[in-house]
């Protein structure tokens, strides 16, 4: 059994903490929002009054924050768990992040001879739920092996990707091209509907021809066609507009940062934009397919 502090206790880190419970380990939760520690603690997890009072003699550290910023605060900047835990603990980001941020947490680990690993997730609230998660995974080999049996229990997929940082890379390259199929299968049906095709024969080629992709065959936009897909239940997430449009930023900051040329990804980008400015950035992101349809020219 391992003593875990669980930093961030939202839609994600609720079920993951509440997974690491469940498999027996003395997990010490704290979230910014009361509630929150609240919702975790009626599924085990020890409500702690900091974030460094969770962690504490821990040996391990998860946070599960919303963006690079708040992970550089804990971390780093303000609450500096990187400063105060010592080298026997083993720190693992888990929030999607910029490749900025990522850096930076793992220079101060360095500085503070602290193990850490980057390790964000694919999978969504349902996979957090389910424990199906997969994680990649950056860092010093022998720390992420060490951190394997949690991966493992909170989800059923572990990809090493790399050295520090290589896990943020890999997933932000991943969602940038799930958000241009989305927008590239979008178009192709809106396409087929304006000809006049019938939309399960669009179907039918598309998900067993060389158009074939998670974002037909799995996240089908138009309903009827795929029966757990969020189309079918209004766009009901699954996973947000809101969220695809964040890590589409990522993406161009990663471009920025490295010099890569991703025309497709900004173009995809700037659509999410327009859709979470225009419509509902809470609905799946395959909605977009309403405003692909109404954006028709001439
Ligand atoms: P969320 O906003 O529901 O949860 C984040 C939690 O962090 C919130 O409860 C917030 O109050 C807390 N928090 C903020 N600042 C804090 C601080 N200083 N100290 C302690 N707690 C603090 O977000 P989420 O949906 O759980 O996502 C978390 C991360 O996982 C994000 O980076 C997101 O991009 C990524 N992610 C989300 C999904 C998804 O489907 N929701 C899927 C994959 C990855």
């Given at each position: 059994?391992?003593?875990?502090?669980?930093?961030?206790?939202?839609?994600?880190?609720?079920?993951?903490s509440?997974?690491?419970?469940k498999?027996?380990?003395e997990?010490?939760g704290?979230d910014?929002?009361?509630?929150?520690i609240?919702?975790?603690?009626?599924?085990?997890?020890l409500?702690?009054?900091?974030?460094?009072?969770?962690a504490?003699?821990?040996?391990f550290?998860?946070?599960?924050?919303?963006?690079?910023?708040?992970?550089r605060?804990?971390?780093?900047?303000?609450?500096?768990i990187?400063?105060?835990?010592?080298?026997?603990?083993?720190?693992?980001?888990?929030?999607?992040?910029?490749?900025e941020?990522?850096?930076?947490i793992h220079?101060?680990?360095?500085?503070h001879?602290?193990?850490?690993?980057?390790?964000?997730?694919?999978?969504?609230?349902?996979?957090?739920?389910?424990?199906?998660?997969?994680?990649?995974?950056g860092?010093d080999?022998?720390?992420i092996?060490?951190?394997?049996p949690?991966?493992?229990?909170?989800?059923r997929?572990?990809?090493?990707?790399?050295?520090?940082?290589?896990?943020?890379?890999?997933?932000?390259?991943?969602?940038?091209?799930?958000?241009?199929?989305?927008?590239?299968?979008?178009?192709?049906?809106?396409?087929g509907?304006a000809?006049?095709?019938?939309?399960?024969?669009?179907?039918?080629?598309?998900?067993?021809?060389?158009?074939?992709?998670?974002?037909?065959?799995?996240?089908?936009?138009?309903?009827?066609?795929?029966?757990?897909?969020p189309?079918?239940?209004?766009?009901?997430?699954?996973?947000?507009?809101?969220?695809?449009?964040?890590?589409?930023?990522?993406?161009?900051?990663?471009?920025?940062?490295?010099?890569?040329?991703?025309?497709?990804?900004?173009?995809?980008?700037?659509?999410?934009?327009?859709?979470?400015?225009?419509?509902?950035?809470?609905?799946?992101?395959?909605?977009?397919?309403?405003?692909?349809?109404?954006?028709?020219?001439?």
């Open positions: 059994m391992a003593r875990i502090a669980f930093i961030g206790l939202g839609n994600m880190g609720k079920p993951m509440a997974n690491l419970v498999a027996g380990h997990v010490r704290h910014i929002v009361e509630s929150k609240e919702d975790a603690a009626r599924r085990g997890v409500p702690a009054a900091s974030n460094r009072e969770a504490e003699g821990a040996d550290v998860f946070t599960m924050l919303p963006t690079g910023r708040e992970v605060e804990v971390l780093v900047d303000v609450d500096r990187l400063d105060f835990v010592g080298d026997r603990t083993i720190v693992v980001d888990s929030s999607t992040t910029d490749l941020s990522t850096d930076y220079k101060a680990a360095v500085k001879g602290v193990a850490l690993v980057d390790s964000p997730v694919s999978g969504g609230m349902s996979g957090a739920e389910a424990a199906t998660l997969t994680f990649m995974a860092g080999p022998a720390a092996d060490r951190a394997e949690l991966f493992t229990v909170m989800g997929k572990l990809v090493r990707a790399g050295g520090p940082s290589a896990g943020q890379a890999v997933k932000v390259c991943n969602n940038m091209l799930l958000g241009i199929s989305m927008v590239g299968a979008c178009e192709a049906l809106a396409l509907e000809a006049g095709v019938d939309r399960q024969v669009l179907f039918d080629v598309m998900s067993t021809s060389t158009g074939s992709c998670w974002s037909i065959n799995h996240n089908c936009p138009i309903p009827g066609m795929v029966p757990t897909a189309a079918n239940n209004d766009y009901q997430p699954g996973f947000t507009a809101r969220l695809m449009l964040k890590d589409l930023s990522l993406a161009r900051e990663a471009a920025l940062k490295t010099g890569a040329a991703t025309p497709l990804g900004e173009h995809a980008r700037a659509l999410y934009e327009k859709f979470c400015e225009e419509r509902d950035s809470e609905l799946d992101f395959s909605a977009v397919i309403g405003m692909l349809r109404d954006m028709r020219q001439g």
